[in-house]
């Protein structure tokens, strides 16, 4: 038997306001009570079935039952799966959603999903409520430990779950060990749905009178968000603040880039897309590690290119450019574009010209030998300052900074050195790398002198580039594939030599190195003989420093591969 509201006079659905999602939804929550219905049947849970999960966490913690079933019979999650709302799919089962409830055709959430949301809804069965009523105490804990659980929303019986189990446990004594599961997970979930929902004032609250022992702001649900990456996302600066304040993670932090996905991105990159507060990202940079700009995304996109494909604004981008001292120009994504190519591929004529003008303008400070020594692209250089028609050459004249005078006009030489040192370090001809090795040249694909040497397992070079030059073993290709990633791509009695090289100083810092796919070089070694795999190691000896296949650089090692691998 379903619980009953009164029904009310309305006949049409409460107009939502393009607020907030969480004003909007206190708003309408204030407006029309708890307890509202529709003529249908339909609560305002219903009703906002197809809106943000902001709104859901806001009326289920608001008192609005969860499991009303409307004249046909549906709850909210049928409709949330009817809508193909699949984060309000997975905030009503976090919020204590019965899976087992039929509608008037007979038919339970799960018989009428697809399997993307019959995968999501396997991972709650039962359902918190049956996992109660059943005395089911382990899998209870096992939800409240994998999910973001709200015991405080009325689930049955005009009850909380928590009411729900101690009025049970009086006529069952199994249900007793479901009560003290939920007492041992109440704090960290009132916490969590205080996020979720983005009640400040509780929160605030919660965290000054909970004391840390008893609340785990670093809890991560299942599906990879954590509760700051939850705020980044819904733009609120107070509760990121608060967050951080009380112990959240920032470093190493990845989640996903949609529910629906498997692809992760740093948490700083939740907070780089159009619409964003862009306090939050400078928030998260004054509080992390520097080393999180220059993590990667899916599409291979450290922060500054992220903010560039997201379209943030172009004070954003000079912001990204200024904290970095423009260090980041050089940066390239799985495309090989650096920043400025991406924004001009992309069309966005503004991002391009705040690019550019952050080179003239800094141009005294910056430093320009990076850009030939990365492949920035002469042409990316023909750079004219409009207020007072002069060349960027010709700035750099004025300026009297020789150095990057140097740079620009022997922009060819250099970037020509750059290709030879590759070329050396593949064919093992140490006298010409120690002769050209004048920085920590990377070409357009990310590879370093220390990548081609221990592609064509030239141990003697990586051995004197490790020696002259050990930040190498801590720059990656356009993909975040470092050295030891594709170290371990080798045979085992080659790996060991590199391994060792490799990991003689900081070995953790080098092991916990991910790629933009956040693998291991450990994960590689499992991709040894696969189409994958091989193809990484053709490419990193066939392509070019401009990105162009070509002849191999060095010699084939032996047993390597002299053709393209066949698709698997």
């Known amino acids: ?176 060990d479901c009560c003290r599961v939920l007492h041992d997970y109440r704090s960290t979930s009132e916490v969590t749905h205080a996020v979720l929902s983005q009640d400040v004032e509780n929160l605030r609250f919660l965290l000054s009178t909970l004391g840390d022992y008893s609340v785990n ?92 494909q997201e379209r943030c604004s172009a004070t954003l981008i000079t912001w990204l450019l200024e904290v970095q001292n423009g260090k980041c120009l050089t940066h390239r994504n799985k495309d090989g574009l650096t920043p400025v190519e991406l924004a001009s591929h992309l069309q966005h004529t503004e991002l391009v010209l705040a690019i550019n003008q952050f080179i003239l303008k800094g141009n005294k400070d910056l430093d320009l030998l990076q850009l030939p020594v990365h492949f920035y692209g002469n042409q990316n250089l023909q750079l004219t300052d409009e207020t007072c028609g002069k060349s960027l050459v010709e700035l750099v004249k004025d300026s009297n900074n020789k150095e990057n005078l140097v740079a620009l006009e022997r922009y060819s030489d250099i970037e020509e050195r750059g290709v030879s040192l590759f070329n050396a370090a593949a064919t093992d001809d140490l006298d010409l790398v120690q002769k050209l090795n004048m920085g920590n040249f990377q070409d357009k694909n990310g590879f370093t002198a220390l990548h081609r040497a221990i592609v064509f397992n030239q141990q003697q070079i990586a051995e004197n580039l490790v020696l002259t030059r050990p930040g190498l073993k801590s720059i990656p290709d356009n993909c975040n594939r470092y050295p030891l990633h594709y170290a371990c791509l080798l045979p085992d009695e080659q790996l060991v030599f590199f391994a060792k090289l490799l990991l003689e100083k900081n070995p953790q810092d080098i092991e916990k190195r991910v790629d933009k796919d956040g693998r291991y070089p450990v994960d590689y070694k499992r991709l040894r003989g696969s189409s994958e795999g091989l193809q990484l190691l053709y490419d990193a000896r066939t392509l070019d420093a401009y990105g162009k296949r070509g002849s191999p650089l060095g010699p084939w090692p032996d047993g390597a591969m002299t053709s393209p691998p066949q698709e698997e």
């Not at 999903?113 to 999501?120: A, H």
């Not at 089911?136 to 009411?163: A, G, S």
């Not at 780089?272 to 520097?290: H, M, N, T």
Request: proline letters at 4%; a neutral charge; glycine letters at 4%.
């Open 217 to 308: 702001v670093r809890l991560r649900d299942r599906l990879g968000k954590t509760l700051l990456s939850h705020a980044v996302e819904n733009n609120n600066l107070q509760i990121s603040k608060m967050l951080v304040d009380a112990g959240a993670r920032i470093k190493d932090i990845r989640v996903k880039e949609q529910e629906k996905d498997s692809a992760t991105v740093p948490l700083f990159h939740k907070a780089l897309r159009k619409g964003a507060d862009e306090d939050i990202a400078k928030y998260l940079f004054s509080v992390q590690d520097p080393t999180e700009l220059l993590e990667k995304d899916a599409n291979g996109n450290t922060a500054i290119l992220r903010a560039v």
């Open 1 to 176: 038997m379903t619980d009953e509201l009164q029904l009310t006079s309305e006949t049409s659905p409460p107009n939502v306001r393009e607020t907030s999602p969480a004003d909007a939804a206190r708003e309408i929550l204030t407006k029309y009570g708890p307890k509202f219905s529709m003529k249908n049947g339909n609560t305002l849970l219903h009703i906002c079935a197809d809106k943000s999960p902001t709104f859901i966490y806001v009326l289920a913690s608001g008192g609005v039952p969860v499991n009303i079933q409307n004249n046909e019979g549906n709850t909210p999650l049928h409709l949330a799966i009817q809508k193909d709302s699949y984060e309000v799919v997975q905030a009503l089962l976090q919020c204590g959603a019965d899976l087992s409830l039929r509608n008037k055709l007979g038919l339970t959430p799960i018989d009428m999903s697809n399997d993307v949301y019959r995968e999501l809804l396997k991972r709650y069965q039962p359902g918190i409520v049956m996992a109660v009523l059943n005395g089911k105490h382990q899998t209870l804990e096992r939800f409240c430990r994998n999910n973001w659980m709200n015991f405080e929303t009325i689930v049955k019986k005009n009850k909380t779950l928590m009411q729900l189990a101690m009025e049970e446990a009086e006529k069952d004594k199994n249900i007793l």
